[in-house]
C-alpha cells in the first residue's frame, strides 16, 4: 500500500521512487491528504539524494497534470524560457522576431521576486498592457495572431505554484530535478511543441556554474523529449546584467530600441541567438544558423518592431510607445556613478544589481510589494571595456526622495559590486557557451 | 542574521550550526515564526547530514528549556529509560529495587504506540493507579518516598512532542542525533543526577544493529557528560521479548512474581543489572558489581516488594494487587499455540509479537486508542529451548469475542513469526551485550 512515510522512506535512502509513488504524493499535497510538512522532507531528501530522469519526468508530469492544459489548433508553436537573470529582456526581442517569421509564439510569463525582474512586469510599465487573459482568449489570440504575452495563471501546474513555494521557504530551490520539473511542468502544460531554454550562468544566475548549469540543461532536454518536444538548450552568461539596461521601464525603452536595431550587441546577439532557435524548432528554417539569419532579416527590416507593435496594440496597450519613450513611466532624477580610477572594468556583480534595484521600487521583496516601474540603472560600461576617472560607469534613475538612497547604492556599487582593475581582464565572458539541440522522434 | 532559510541551507550543505542557529530555530518552531514544514526539512537535513555532539546538545538544550524543568532537595536521584522492547517490564522491578537501596528514582513514563507497550499503560492495569500529578506534587513525593512514576505531562519539554510528530510522519525518526535530543531533552528537564539508559538492540527494537545501538549509546553518554550528569549505557538484546509475559496486566503480575524472586532469569538478571547501575550511579555502592549485590539483597530480603506496594498505595492503588491477581483485568479465554513439530526455537520475531498485542487490543494504532489491559501473550518456551510436538509455545490471553483473531494469530505466529528448527540454534543472544559508565566531571 502506497503511504506517504514510506516514500519519504525510501527517497531518504537513495532507492529510486516509482511513477505511481510519485503522482500518488502530488496528487495527495493537491487533496490535502498529504500535508505541507510531509512534502518538504521529501524535497530535502530529493535534493540530497536525487531523482533521475525516470523520477524526474513522473514529477514532471503529476505537476503537469494539476491543472489546465492547453494544445493548439496550429503548428510550430515554440516557447522560450530563461532561467532568470538581471537585465534579461530578451523575451520582447525574440517573440516578434521569431512571430514575424512565422512561429507562433504562446508566453506564459513571470513577475519578478528576489534579485531578479518579472517579464510581466516590465511590459506593464507599458500602461493598459492587459496580461491577465483567461486561457481560451490566450489561446485564441495566439491561433489568430502567432503571438501573445500573459502572466502566469493558478489554472497552469498549481501544483508547481505550491511546491515553488515551499521549496523557497527550505532551501531545496536549487536542485537539479526539482528546477526542471518546475520548469518543464509550466511550459509542457502551456501545449508549446518546441521550447527553447535560455539557462543562465554565473554570479547573477542560479546556475553559478557551468558544469552544474550543462546537468540542468541535459536534464531538461531529457524531460522535453520524454513527452516529444523538440528541444534547445543554451547556456548563456549572466556575470553582469544583460544589455545596459535594469529596471521595467527602462529595458522596455531598450527592448524597443534593438527591435529598432540600436541595441547592445550582447542583448541584440543573444536575441537573435534564442530567435533563431525558436525558427529552427518551429520547422521555419533548415538549420539554427538559418534561423539566425531569418530573425536577422526580420529584425532588419522592420517587421520584428511590428509585430510588437501590433501585440501591443492586441493587448490594450498604446502602440505609439514605441515612438515616443516619454509614455512610459520614468524617474525624475539621475544620480551618475563615476569611475573612481581609471582602468578596466573587471566585474560587474550582477545579483547585487539586481538587489538595489529591489531597494529602489524596481523589484519586490514580498509578493504583494507594488512596483515602480521607472527606476533602475543604465550602463555605460561593461565588463572589459576601459574607463577613465571621472568617466561615468552607469546612471542611476531613481525618485525625488531617493537622493541618499541613491548615494548609498552607489557607495556600494563602487566599493564592492563594480570592480576596476589596472589590466584588461584576460578572461572576458563568452556570451554564449554551448548550445544543443534534440529533436522528438514522433 | 539568523533566518530559517540560512539555517536550512548550512545543515543542507553539510555545515556545522552553531548553538545559537539551533535555539533559535526550535525556538521560533514553538513561537509559530517557524512553520512544521521548515522543521521537516531540517529534520531530513539533520538525518542525512548528521548532527555532531555539539549540535546534539544544543538540540537537546533547546527542546529541554522549551517547557519546565525539575531539581530536587535530595542527592542520589537516579532514573532509568529504555529505548523500548516488547515485554520490557523492568521499571516495575528495578525502581523498587532502587528505592530500597535509597536512591531516589523519579520516573516519568510513556504510553504505548505502536508495536511497544507503555510503562503508563501496564501500571495503569491496576485500578486507581494515579500516574497523573502534577508536578509539584511529583517532586513532593519522590523527595519524601524516593519513588514516584507518572506520565509524561506537556509542561516537559513540549518542543520534543511537536518534534516527534513531526518525525514520525516524515521518516525521520530512526536519526541517532535526533533519537538523543529527544529522549535527553525529557530526561535532563526531568531533572535526575544520573541516567541509566537501557537501549535495546534487535529485532523488536529501533535499533536493528550493535554498531547503530553502540553509537546511540555513545551520543546519549557525551550529551548527558556534556550536562553533568553520571551517564550509564547498557546495551540489552530484544531479539525475542523479555520475560515470558506480554501485554499490560500480564506484564504487572510477572513484575510482581519478580519482585517475589520467581521471575524469568532473563527479566530477573536485567533488572538487577540495571538497578545495580542506578544504586552506583547514585553513590550507593562503590562499583556496579557492589551495587548488584545490594539490589539483590532487598530482592531477597522482600524489601524490593514492600517499596512496589508502598508506592501503590500512595499512588491511589490497591496494594493488595501484590498477593491477589484476581484484582487484576484478566482475559477470559486462552488459546494455546503448540509447536506443530519438534526441534528447538530458532526466532521469535519481537515486533510482531507487539503487534499481534495491539491488534488485540493491549496497544493503540493511533493515540486516542483504549486500551485492553486483560489481553496478551505468556510464553513457555524462548529461543534456544527444546519443544516437542504439541508442546505448548504460549498462551493467547483473549475475549470471548476475539476466538477468530486469536485462531488467525496463533497461524500467523507459527508460519511467520516464530520459527522451529531441527537444530539447537549456533548462537542464542546475549542479554547484555555492553555496559559503559561515564562519570560528570562536576
Same mark, same amino acid.
Given at each position: 500500500?502506497?503511504?506517504?512515510?514510506?516514500?519519504?522512506?525510501?527517497?531518504?535512502?537513495?532507492?529510486?521512487?516509482?511513477?505511481?509513488?510519485?503522482?500518488?504524493?502530488?496528487?495527495?499535497?493537491?487533496?490535502?491528504?498529504?500535508?505541507?510538512?510531509?512534502?518538504?522532507?521529501?524535497?530535502?531528501?530529493?535534493?540530497?539524494?536525487?531523482?533521475?530522469? *525516470?523520477?524526474?519526468?513522473?514529477?514532471?508530469?503529476?505537476?503537469?497534470?494539476?491543472?489546465?492544459?492547453?494544445?493548439?489548433?496550429?503548428?510550430?508553436?515554440?516557447?522560450?524560457?530563461?532561467?532568470? &537573470?538581471?537585465?534579461?529582456?530578451?523575451?520582447?526581442?525574440?517573440?516578434?522576431?521569431?512571430?514575424?517569421?512565422?512561429?507562433?509564439?504562446?508566453?506564459?510569463?513571470?513577475?519578478?521576486?528576489?534579485?531578479?525582474?518579472?517579464?510581466?512586469?516590465?511590459?506593464?510599465?507599458?500602461?493598459?498592457?492587459?496580461?491577465?487573459?483567461?486561457?481560451?482568449?490566450?489561446?485564441?489570440?495566439?491561433?489568430?495572431?502567432?503571438? @501573445?504575452?500573459?502572466?502566469?495563471?493558478?489554472?497552469?501546474?498549481?501544483?508547481?505554484?505550491?511546491?515553488?513555494?515551499?521549496?523557497?521557504?527550505?532551501?531545496?530551490?536549487?536542485?537539479?530535478?526539482?528546477?526542471?520539473?518546475?520548469?518543464?511542468? *509550466?511550459?509542457?502544460?502551456?501545449?508549446?511543441?518546441?521550447?527553447?531554454?535560455?539557462?543562465?550562468?554565473?554570479?547573477?544566475?542560479?546556475?553559478?556554474?557551468?558544469?552544474?548549469?550543462?546537468?540542468?540543461?541535459?536534464?531538461?532536454?531529457?524531460?522535453?523529449?520524454?513527452?516529444?518536444?523538440?528541444?534547445?538548450?543554451?547556456?548563456?552568461?549572466?556575470?553582469?546584467?544583460?544589455?545596459?539596461? @535594469?529596471?521595467?521601464?527602462?529595458?522596455?525603452?531598450?527592448?524597443?530600441?534593438?527591435?529598432?536595431?540600436?541595441?547592445?550587441?550582447?542583448?541584440?546577439?543573444?536575441?537573435?541567438?534564442?530567435?533563431?532557435?525558436?525558427?529552427?524548432?518551429?520547422?521555419?528554417? *533548415?538549420?539554427?544558423?538559418?534561423?539566425?539569419?531569418?530573425?536577422?532579416? @526580420?529584425?532588419?527590416?522592420?517587421?520584428?518592431?511590428?509585430?510588437?507593435?501590433?501585440?501591443?496594440?492586441?493587448? &490594450?496597450?498604446?502602440?505609439?510607445?514605441?515612438?515616443?519613450?516619454?509614455?512610459?513611466?520614468?524617474?525624475?532624477?539621475?544620480?551618475?556613478?563615476?569611475?573612481?580610477?581609471?582602468?578596466?572594468?573587471?566585474?560587474?556583480?550582477?545579483?547585487?544589481?539586481?538587489?538595489?534595484?529591489?531597494?529602489?521600487?524596481?523589484?519586490?521583496?514580498?509578493?504583494?510589494?507594488?512596483?515602480?516601474?521607472?527606476?533602475?540603472?543604465?550602463?555605460?560600461?561593461?565588463?572589459?571595456? *576601459?574607463?577613465?576617472?571621472?568617466?561615468?560607469?552607469?546612471?542611476?534613475?531613481?525618485?525625488?526622495?531617493?537622493?541618499?538612497?541613491?548615494?548609498?547604492?552607489?557607495?556600494?556599487?563602487?566599493?564592492?559590486?563594480?570592480?576596476?582593475?589596472?589590466?584588461?581582464?584576460?578572461?572576458?565572458?563568452?556570451?554564449?557557451?554551448?548550445?544543443?539541440?534534440?529533436?522528438?522522434?514522433?
Amino acid at each position: 500500500m502506497l503511504s506517504a512515510y514510506n516514500i519519504i522512506a525510501k527517497k531518504r535512502d537513495g532507492l529510486e521512487l516509482s511513477e505511481e509513488e510519485i503522482k500518488w504524493f502530488i496528487n495527495g499535497l493537491i487533496s490535502g491528504d498529504i500535508g505541507n510538512y510531509q512534502m518538504t522532507a521529501l524535497l530535502m531528501a530529493i535534493y540530497l539524494n536525487g531523482f533521475n530522469t *525516470k523520477e524526474t519526468a513522473a514529477l514532471t508530469d503529476a505537476m503537469l497534470y494539476s491543472g489546465e492544459t492547453l494544445s493548439f489548433n496550429v503548428t510550430g508553436v515554440v516557447d522560450k524560457h530563461s532561467t532568470g &537573470g538581471i537585465g534579461d529582456k530578451t523575451s520582447f526581442i525574440l517573440a516578434p522576431i521569431a512571430q514575424a517569421c512565422g512561429v507562433y509564439v504562446p508566453m506564459i510569463a513571470g513577475r519578478g521576486l528576489g534579485h531578479t525582474g518579472g517579464t510581466v512586469d516590465k511590459i506593464e510599465s507599458i500602461e493598459g498592457f492587459k496580461t491577465s487573459l483567461s486561457l481560451k482568449e490566450f489561446q485564441k489570440m495566439l491561433e489568430d495572431h502567432g503571438l @501573445v504575452l500573459i502572466g502566469q495563471t493558478g489554472e497552469i501546474a498549481p501544483a508547481d505554484k505550491i511546491i515553488y513555494g515551499l521549496r523557497d521557504v527550505t532551501a531545496t530551490i536549487d536542485s537539479i530535478p526539482l528546477i526542471t520539473a518546475s520548469i518543464m511542468s *509550466k511550459k509542457l502544460a502551456e501545449g508549446a511543441q518546441g521550447i527553447v531554454m535560455d539557462i543562465k550562468v554565473g554570479n547573477g544566475a542560479f546556475m553559478k556554474s557551468k558544469s552544474q548549469a550543462k546537468k540542468l540543461a541535459k536534464s531538461i532536454r531529457q524531460t522535453g523529449l520524454r513527452f516529444d518536444r523538440n528541444m534547445m538548450t543554451v547556456l548563456s552568461d549572466m556575470n553582469q546584467p544583460l544589455g545596459d539596461a @535594469v529596471g521595467n521601464s527602462l529595458e522596455i525603452i531598450e527592448s524597443i530600441e534593438t527591435l529598432k536595431g540600436k541595441g547592445p550587441k550582447d542583448l541584440t546577439d543573444l536575441s537573435l541567438h534564442l530567435a533563431g532557435g525558436m525558427i529552427y524548432l518551429a520547422g521555419k528554417a *533548415k538549420t539554427h544558423t538559418a534561423g539566425i539569419r531569418k530573425a536577422k532579416e @526580420v529584425l532588419k527590416s522592420g517587421a520584428a518592431l511590428q509585430s510588437f507593435k501590433e501585440m501591443i496594440e492586441r493587448q &490594450g496597450g498604446n502602440p505609439a510607445v514605441v515612438e515616443d519613450y516619454s509614455l512610459l513611466p520614468q524617474a525624475s532624477h539621475h544620480h551618475v556613478v563615476a569611475a573612481p580610477r581609471s582602468g578596466f572594468i573587471t566585474k560587474i556583480e550582477a545579483t547585487r544589481i539586481g538587489l538595489h534595484c529591489v531597494s529602489l521600487g524596481g523589484g519586490r521583496k514580498k509578493a504583494e510589494d507594488k512596483i515602480d516601474f521607472g527606476v533602475g540603472f543604465s550602463f555605460h560600461k561593461k565588463v572589459g571595456q *576601459k574607463v577613465k576617472e571621472g568617466e561615468p560607469i552607469l546612471t542611476i534613475h531613481h525618485n525625488e526622495n531617493q537622493r541618499d538612497l541613491a548615494l548609498k547604492i552607489s557607495d556600494e556599487m563602487l566599493s564592492k559590486d563594480i570592480k576596476i582593475g589596472r589590466q584588461k581582464p584576460a578572461k572576458i565572458p563568452n556570451l554564449i557557451y554551448e548550445t544543443e539541440t534534440s529533436w522528438s522522434q514522433k
